[in-house]
């Protein structure tokens, strides 16, 4: 890393000529190497550092439209839930929590699901949003998987969910550990329709998600270097009373180790699910350039909603 390009002279910029696009607020730090990188370059880039190719969380609109042909993809409404079954108060409200989140984030909640074409097969995808409350899987959540898995048999669609979260959402107590076993079932009416299921696990992904939806898939993938399990490595340890191996919990060790199918950079998982989808749905492959070709990614999204 160039301590120098990469950090002091934006800075300077920022100082000399506050009016210019390289205002402090236009730039992130990465969390990896603490290197600076630009907005612009981070949508460039999917929000995957250039220096050391960390990968950083991406916003769920981001996403789905470098996924969707042309970045045109529909957003299927999800049933809303009481917003607070349990009227539950900690530090503070927890309608005055989703409210902060909704604010932060622009979403409704942690779950986006959208319709559209991938490398000209239609598909579902249900992007989780670990902005929103750590992506916790609240009843909200449950509703937008059930959404979801309605909509491929009804359609005869394959379903993609990239999750990330938490776990449960502990503010719905009993009723957020109800949707693991409730989308377990939604998941298992979509196999019964012998329809392609594909999770794509990305850091974090932990807890009753882990525990339910994303390991039933029919095919897993991961980004690079996710941390994956059920508990944390240092609620681990403090259990067993022994130091758990280099690189525990991470992508390429649970790779190894047969928990996952495959490890894919960012940049090549719509090439990669094109080419799934269309092998599970018994489809032929497509046409070499319009599998490597990828659409136009503008800083702006023309996501429909």
């Known amino acids: 890393m160039n301590w120098i390009s990469n950090y002091v002279r934006p800075k300077l910029k920022a100082i000399l000529n506050p009016s ?34 960390h990968h950083m969380p991406i916003p769920p609109r981001r996403r789905l439209a470098s996924l969707f042909d042309n970045e045109i993809y529909e957003v299927i409404a999800v049933d809303q839930p009481d917003e607070d079954p349990l009227r539950f108060r900690d530090s503070k409200r927890y309608t005055d929590r989703i409210r902060d ?32 409350m750590g992506g916790s899987m609240g009843m909200y959540v449950g509703n937008a998987i059930v959404t979801a898995c309605q909509q491929c048999i009804r359609n005869r669609l394959p379903l993609v969910i990239f999750t990330a979260a938490g776990g449960a959402r502990m503010q719905e107590g009993i009723m957020s550990l109800m949707q693991m076993p409730r989308t377990t079932v939604a998941i298992k009416q979509l196999k019964d329709n012998r329809l392609p299921y594909i999770v794509v696990l990305t850091n974090p992904t932990t807890g009753g998600v882990t525990a339910s939806y994303a390991m039933l898939g029919d095919i897993h993938i991961a980004e690079p270097k996710a941390l994956i399990g059920f508990a944390g490595p ?26 996952l199918d ?6 090549r998982i719509r090439e990669r699910l094109i080419l799934l989808t ?15 070709s990828r659409p136009a990614i503008p800083v702006g999204m023309r996501g429909r909603s």
């Open 20 to 53: 210019s696009d390289d205002q402090p607020e236009l730039w992130s730090n990465c969390k990896s190497c603490n290197v600076m990188i630009s907005h612009r370059a981070m949508e460039r880039s999917l929000h995957v550092c250039p220096e050391c190719d």
């Open 101 to 132: 989140a909704r604010r932060k984030t622009g979403e409704d909640e942690a779950m986006l699901v959208a319709d559209g074409m991938i490398g000209e097969t239609r598909m579902i995808v249900a992007a989780q949003d670990f902005r929103f």
């Open 234 to 259: 240092r609620v681990i340890e403090q259990t067993i009373k022994e130091k758990l191996p280099e690189g525990f919990q991470t992508s390429e060790y649970l790779h190894e180790h047969g928990m």
């Open 262 to 267: 495959m490890v894919v950079h960012r940049s």
């Open 278 to 292: 269309r092998m599970l749905m018994h489809q032929p492959s497509p046409v070499r350039g319009r599998l490597s």
